[in-house]
């Protein structure tokens, strides 16, 4: 029998899993806060149903603000600002609705506004709000700038439906805005990203993850999470991936890393999910068995991430995790035989 050369580029897998094995018997990746969930329904001013799902940023003032999506008693949501000094508690929240939908001027938001996803802008030197505008003809994605999260300057929708899970990136990649995007099409419920020269018009688009099939934790449908993290190895990518079983779907997190200069180019991918749904509040709600981070904040020392989301569509939480840990993790759990 011909033996057959392996490129040196493929894993050593004997090591590798001898790594894998050490590496899971580690501190996981994410630590749920001790005070989760952090904001509920009973911590608003006025009545709603439920608060997730929520942006986040760090303020110039060192605050921690989290835009987040509030469904009311109608089952429809709007976006609601809180701000916190350590962005744990002591959350100072508006009276009133941030920003709601305005069906009148943008009669794509007529059944409400949903997910932000925030990202600061230096050239603009404003916050690029992408959130999922909600109608008739399904979920689409707008776009909205804001300097102080008072008041907002809106473009509208920016691509059709059926589409949603969207975030800027912040800074133009060879002169054009740069926007990830999850359109549900023929070919599936894929990531992709999408260029402009003026964050109105939209073209150059490719698929940059595509959801993998059969058994897979992420088969068949996968979506951003938080916005993508800038390190020196490249863009540095929260995904969700859901499972569906006989009792209903899971929502998990899985990890990816993408060329700084070519975003669509997929450098590694965790074959395995790196956080899921296995606390109480994360287990039963509203809708059951699901984690959804839509933001994050890096703290002072440019390590520690500060992971923001929705546990089971019905309260907000907190984890913390490492931006090196992340990227050391990837390095021994991705393999030839991760889909990318």
Avoid at 88 to 100: A, H, Y
Avoid at 208 to 222: P, T
Avoid at 229 to 234: F, H, P
């Amino acid at each position: 029998m011909t033996s057959i050369a392996l490129p040196a580029s493929w894993p050593d897998y004997t090591v590798t899993k001898q790594k894998k094995s050490e590496a899971d018997a580690e501190t996981p990746l994410f630590t749920r806060h001790p005070r989760n969930p952090i904001l509920g329904r009973k911590d608003w001013p006025y009545p709603i149903n439920s608060v997730f799902n929520a942006g986040a940023v760090k303020l110039a003032d060192g605050d921690t603000l989290l835009l987040c999506r509030i469904e009311d008693r109608r089952g429809l949501s709007h976006l609601c600002a809180a701000r916190s000094t350590n962005g744990v508690d002591g959350w100072r929240i508006d009276d009133e609705p941030t920003l709601m939908a305005s069906p009148r001027d943008f009669p794509e938001e007529i059944w409400g506004i949903e997910d932000p996803r925030i990202t600061y802008v230096p050239e603009l030197q404003q916050y690029a709000i992408a959130y999922t505008s909600f109608a008739r003809g399904g979920p689409g994605v707008s776009l909205a700038l804001t300097k102080d999260f008072r008041s907002f300057e809106r473009y509208g929708v920016i691509m059709p439906p059926e589409d949603k899970d969207a975030a800027l990136l912040p800074g133009k990649i060879d002169g054009r805005w740069a926007l990830i995007h999850r359109p549900v099409t023929t070919l599936g419920a894929h990531m992709w990203i999408s260029y402009s020269p003026d964050l109105r018009h939209w073209g150059s688009h490719k698929v940059m993850l595509e959801a993998r099939r059969g058994g897979w934790w992420d088969a068949n449908k996968i979506g951003l999470c938080s916005p993508p993290i800038e390190t020196a190895r490249g863009w540095l990518v929260l995904y969700h991936g859901v499972r569906h079983t006989a009792s209903g779907s899971i929502y998990r997190l899985g990890l990816a890393l993408f060329d700084l200069d070519k975003p669509d180019l997929c450098l590694q991918r965790g074959d395995s999910w790196i956080f899921g749904p296995e606390a109480p509040y994360e287990r039963g709600g509203d809708v059951s068995d699901v984690v959804f981070p839509c933001g994050q904040t890096i703290a002072e020392d440019g390590d520690t991430i500060n992971l923001y989301y929705g546990a089971a569509d019905s309260c907000m939480a907190l984890a913390t995790g490492s931006i090196r840990a992340l990227l050391g993790w990837l390095d021994l759990h991705c393999s030839s035989t991760s889909a990318r």
